[in-house]
């Protein structure tokens, strides 16, 4: 087995705190990583609080795992010792349903294997995150991460960016269309380089004002403060496609009144109260509302090697690991531009 040093909650809302526990000894097909940064989602957050219901502690969070290979086992083709690689929010799946054959392993029938939180296919190893110093994991589920992608800017790739990147992928997202990124967060910041990027006019629609400068600087092209209803009125059947960011309960209604007709909300965002809405404004404008769950591993991929060729990558905040529950009171309170990444440097 391997020590591994991590931070961990003991329980539901407990701080967390450093923690000693062990992996599995790499078998033929897994990855021995050495991790240097972690981000930090708003799901860990969610997921440490317990709020979407029973989580498995301790728990060791982290899905935006960033590293260099320490070790390879004998099967092991794709990466070789001193690549940088990445772990995001899968570590394993069934392999054989028909969604692991269209190679969207995020939908699997099951046993689908959470990277943290959740059971190994053996139905009782706990996963732990990359919170933590090594991580052991199978070939199939690390991505190789380019030299172009600033290494301490790469992890939210991991998460933010592929839950953005999938379903601007799916919607067939391009020149002439408008988008709308709703809330300025973790995953708001990497929709609008995205977004941008693949040539769409996007357009912020955020709580406040605060994030004006930012937006343009990401590559927004037009700047909303939702809390004034006088704005949003300006912008009815507007947008082609909205995605929704929000982590908590925020009033769906009036942005569905933004989407053109056919268009189509998407919901990332994953609060843990359920979001009222008449069927009206769906109706009168053959309006879609929608979700989308992170991205395959070949998407994830794909969207890594998307940012190396554009030049994108998260815009971060690094932090030493005994920061993290004042990282997560800053997060609630939107203060957060636009991801905290742990330095592993700092676990001692
Ligand atoms: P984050 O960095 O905290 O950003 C959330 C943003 O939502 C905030 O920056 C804020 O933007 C806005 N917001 C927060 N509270 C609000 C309120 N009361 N009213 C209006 N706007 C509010 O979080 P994140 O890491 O991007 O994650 C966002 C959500 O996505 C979380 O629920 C997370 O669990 C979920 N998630 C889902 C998936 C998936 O696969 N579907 C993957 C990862 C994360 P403004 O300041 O601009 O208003
Ligand atoms: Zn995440």
């Not at 935006?64 to 010792?81: D, L, N, P, R």
Request: glycine share 10%; hydrophobic share 40%; with cysteine.
């Amino acid at each position: 087995m391997i020590p591994v040093k991590g931070y961990a909650a003991k329980a539901a809302h407990a701080p967390l705190e450093p923690y000693q526990f062990e992996r599995r000894t790499p078998g033929p097909h897994d990855v021995l990583i050495d991790i240097r940064y972690c981000g930090v989602c708003h799901s860990d957050l969610h997921k440490v609080r317990n709020e979407w219901g029973e989580g498995l502690f301790p728990m060791v969070p982290g899905h935006e795992i960033i590293g260099m290979v320490e070790q390879v086992g004998s099967s092991v083709k794709k990466f070789k010792v001193g690549d940088c690689v990445g772990v995001g929010c899968l570590v394993d799946s069934c392999g054989s349903c028909p969604s692991c054959k269209d190679g969207l392993e995020q939908f699997c029938d099951g046993p689908l294997v959470f990277t943290y939180g959740a059971y190994e296919k053996d139905g009782k190893t706990i996963t732990y995150g990359g919170y933590s110093n090594k991580i052991v994991t199978r070939e199939d589920f690390v991505l190789s991460i380019s030299p172009k992608i600033p290494i301490t800017q790469a992890a939210p790739l991991l998460c933010a960016g592929i839950t953005t990147y999938s379903p601007l992928r799916h919607w067939k997202v391009g020149p002439g269309q408008r988008i709308g990124v709703l809330g300025l967060g973790g995953l708001g910041h990497m929709a609008v380089k995205l977004a941008a990027a693949m040539g769409a006019e996007v357009t912020v629609l955020s709580s406040s004002d605060k994030k004006r400068g930012d937006a343009t600087r990401l590559g927004a092209h037009d700047y909303v403060v939702t809390s004034i209803d006088e704005n949003l009125k300006k912008y009815a059947c507007h947008f082609d496609l909205i995605i929704n960011t929000i982590s908590t309960a925020h009033g769906l209604p009036k942005f569905i009144e933004l989407l053109k007709r056919d268009a189509t909300m998407v919901m990332v965002g994953a609060p843990d109260k359920p979001e009222p809405f008449h069927a009206f404004p769906l109706i009168l404008k053959r309006r879609s509302i929608a979700g989308s769950l992170i991205g395959g591993i070949r998407e994830t991929q794909e969207m890594l090697d998307f940012c190396a060729a554009k030049g994108v990558a998260a815009e971060v905040e690094l932090i030493p690991i005994n920061q993290i529950d004042n990282a997560y009171e800053r997060m609630l309170k939107g203060d957060v531009r636009y991801r905290f990444v742990i330095d592993m440097k700092s676990l001692t």
